[in-house]
């Protein structure tokens, strides 16, 4: 159980939240919590939400994107006020992970929501000082569907690049035209397999096929795509 310290709109339809938890034990960047809502006639949902924050603090954020069919997004989005309880279990997962000891090359691949395990590692990354190359593909309807913008562009630096993608409406002067991420947009806009990065792919799940598909026939082993999806199969 935590208790809601500060919540933050990033998005016309998603927010970060942030949650105080005493005796939190610390989480791995791109570790997940389950988070329960209860219904005063008893019934509850379960949703898994990534966690954006990676350090050894007693304080948690989380970052949601409203679902129009949701159970729970609508509430954490739209209701959920700091000094709210929260009900949750985790740090969960072991396998969607990135640890300051890695030294090879990193390429993240967000769309639209799914960049927040993606920011905790990008966070892991400058707080622990490692020179490991990391490069982000972040792929956005517009704009004003991107999460953390101001962080990331203060943390885009030597050590990270970050490549955005528009899929609906670019911005006014923007090079290149929206359109969805394709094998062409990779294989120019990110780390070639032949430099052996470790990958990570997280966004709905329509997204994280067609990517993880693509990667595939741009020569990248399968085993070194891990993907997290969300939405239907």
């Not at 329960?36 to 898994?48: E, H, K, N, T, W």
């Not at 960049?115 to 704009?143: C, D, E």
């Not at 470790?198 to 595939?216: D, K």
């Amino acid at each position: 159980m935590g208790t809601v310290t500060a919540v933050h709109t990033e998005t016309p339809t998603g927010r970060s939240i942030t949650i105080s938890v005493p005796g939190w034990p610390g989480n791995v960047a791109g570790q997940h919590v389950d988070v329960r809502l209860s219904a005063p006639d008893g019934y509850q949902a379960v949703r898994s939400y990534s966690i954006a924050s990676a350090d050894s603090s007693e304080t948690v954020q989380l970052a949601v994107d409203r679902l129009p069919d949701g159970e729970v997004s609508p509430y954490l989005v739209d209701e959920l006020r700091p000094g709210d309880e929260l009900e949750f279990r985790g740090p969960l997962g072991g396998w969607f992970v990135w640890r300051p000891t890695q030294t090879e090359p990193v390429q993240l691949i967000g769309g639209g929501s799914g960049i927040v395990p993606l920011v905790a590692m990008i966070r892991s990354h400058a707080a622990s000082g490692s020179t490991a190359r990391f490069k982000l593909l972040y792929s956005v309807r517009t704009a004003a569907d991107a999460f953390f913008v101001d962080e990331l562009a203060a943390l885009e630096g030597e050590n990270l690049e970050i490549t955005w993608v528009y899929t609906r409406v670019a911005p006014e002067g923007w090079p290149t035209p929206a359109g969805r991420v394709n094998t062409e947009i990779l294989r120019a806009a990110t780390i070639p397999a032949t430099d052996a990065p470790a990958v990570f792919v997280c966004g709905p799940t329509g997204f994280v096929e067609s990517v993880a598909n693509s990667l595939v026939e741009l020569g990248h082993e399968p085993g070194r795509v891990k993907t997290e999806r969300f939405g239907g199969a």
